[in-house]
């Protein structure tokens, strides 16, 4: 466990709590069960029991944890209710292991992890896991306008071009961690596993949401019909959701409501964000970091 701080040569200031490869802002050890360590939480979960009914979503951040975790939650029930409790009450990256315990069955635990650190019985159970990925330049701009909305005073998000170095690690330290290190891991899981997990992308949710709920629907043996995957593409939809984030979801336990999760939801936005320099260094950051990776991300649709 260690705590890093940042400060670059124009006086950016960035601090850091550090455990079991994951880097977090400090200012989240307001939320974590052992504050600065980390590593403590991170040992928790790891030997946390895992139900048989339970199921696991994967996403690195903002890469549409709360799309997927509702569709899926609404598969489960065979309705388009919304769940009233957010998906943040089974976090595996900030709830304590002895909360999670007491969370009613079928759990949908939801985590940014990489396979290394999830529950050891997780993959001794077989659990099915459902990964939804992301193109990396949506993902960072939505990361900048979520770390500038729980983070207003932070220098690292005064503005995207400062954020930008932070999740591309040229400093020294990623925010949570490298995108591609990520992804990668993934991947080898899924050649290890390949029965235990689904592989979906956002853009593809984002072009045919029908289609990929299908394609939940026959992972999970939910066997739900037409109609009803028809109705849940619809509830799921962005401005439906944000709605619902609004009027219905009550925040996580101890956890402030939480009004930024939804902005845009677009795929591209990032255009909006990266100059031409910027796209430049960002397209060499995904031709090294991406090297040795077989998946191929869509930036437009």
Not at 67 to 75: A, C, F, P, Q
Not at 160 to 186: A, E, M
Request: hydrophobic share 35%; charged share 30%.
């Amino acid at each position: 466990m260690a705590k890093v701080t940042i400060e670059t040569l124009d006086g950016v200031k960035a601090e850091f709590i550090h455990g079991d490869g994951v880097s977090l802002p400090k200012v989240f050890c307001n939320i974590l069960p052992y504050g600065e360590d980390y590593s403590r939480h991170v040992q928790d979960i790891k030997e946390m029991h895992i139900k048989p009914d339970d199921l696991c979503l994967i996403t690195y951040p903002k890469c549409g944890s709360h799309w997927g975790w509702e569709i899926i939650s609404m598969l489960l029930k065979g309705n388009t209710d919304y769940e009233k409790q957010s998906k943040e009450n089974v976090f595996l990256d900030f709830i304590p292991a002895v909360k999670l315990k007491e969370r009613e069955s079928p759990r949908i635990l939801n985590s940014h992890f990489m396979p290394r650190l999830l529950p050891k019985e997780m993959i001794e159970n077989k659990t099915k896991i459902v990964h939804l990925m992301r193109n990396p330049k949506d993902a960072f701009v939505s990361m900048f306008y979520h770390n500038r909305a729980e983070q207003p005073n932070s220098d690292m998000a005064k503005d995207f071009k400062t954020y930008l170095p932070f999740v591309l690690g040229t400093y020294g330290v990623c925010l949570y961690y490298n995108f591609f290190d990520f992804i990668k891991s993934w991947e080898e899981f899924t050649q290890q596993h390949p029965e235990q997990i689904l592989n979906l992308y956002f853009e593809d949710l984002k072009e045919d949401p029908e289609r990929e709920i299908r394609k939940i629907n026959k992972f999970l043996g939910t066997e739900r019909d037409d109609e009803l995957i028809h109705q849940i593409a619809d509830a799921c939809n962005f401005a439906n959701l944000k709605k619902a984030d609004t009027e219905i979801k009550a925040p996580a336990d101890g956890w402030p409501k939480l009004d930024f999760m939804y902005r845009k939801g677009e795929v591209g936005d990032w255009k909006n964000h990266f100059t031409v320099s910027l796209n430049e260094e960002m397209d060499k950051w995904i031709g090294e970091n991406g090297r040795g990776s077989h998946i191929k991300f869509r930036y437009t649709l």
